[in-house]
């Protein structure tokens, strides 16, 4: 398994950005693709945005389609999310999360490893 540690997160206002970092070891991302999921209070936790191990094709859910970016640099094994035009209702708990096994598109119950969280708050 591997183990993450994200940062990055705080409080900004509306309209502000934050880049969050997902740090990584005990063994390499490079075949895995690595995805960042958000939990609000009193919310499900949701997939925000994911990117494959293959030619880092990329996936985000509608509501941050063209806000945030999903990048990850396999020679630092980290893993990023930039999040520009921040909105109040982005603000939830982030986690970074990993599969254990090597699939292009890794359904929400494969990611078996995560991180403990930033918390992204946005004030209105």
Known sequence: QVQL???GGG???AGGSLRLSCAASGRTISRYTMGW???APGKERELVAAI?????NTHYTDSVKGRFTISR???KNTVYLQMNSLKPEDTALYYCAAPRQSTLWPSTY???DWGQGTQ???SS
Request: aromatic share 14%; hydrophobic share 40%.
């Open 5 to 7: 540690v994200e940062s």
């Open 11 to 13: 409080l900004v206002q």
């Open 37 to 39: 999921f958000r939990q």
């Open 52 to 56: 494959s191990w293959l030619r880092g």
């Open 73 to 75: 640099d396999d020679a």
């Open 110 to 112: 494969d990611y078996e």
């Open 120 to 122: 992204v708050t946005v």
